[in-house]
């Protein structure tokens, strides 16, 4: 499930973050403490973020293939 997002400026997930897929620069990757997940482009702009790990596993390979 994709949640309303508004592209942020992230610090990239040094801290509370573990990236689980990394391809092109993008990130997909789940915060330790809620589980929630979140895609990075190349620039760690927060591009979407959702709940759903096997849903979002295919929307990161989707805006890799699309947007890089």
């Known amino acids: 499930m994709l949640l309303?997002?508004?592209p942020?400026?992230?610090m990239g997930g040094k801290?509370?973050?573990n990236t689980l897929d990394f391809s092109n620069g993008w990130k997909l990757q789940q915060n330790l403490?809620?589980?929630h997940l979140r895609i990075l482009d190349q620039d760690?702009?927060?591009q979407a973020w959702g709940l759903d790990e096997s849903n979002?596993?295919?929307t990161f390979r989707n805006f890799v293939e699309?947007?890089?």
């Open 44 to 46: 760690d702009v927060r």
């Open 4 to 6: 309303p997002n508004l």
């Open 56 to 58: 979002f596993r295919h």
């Open 33 to 35: 403490f809620t589980g």
């Open 66 to 68: 699309t947007r890089s």
């Open 8 to 10: 942020t400026k992230t």
């Open 15 to 17: 801290m509370f973050w």
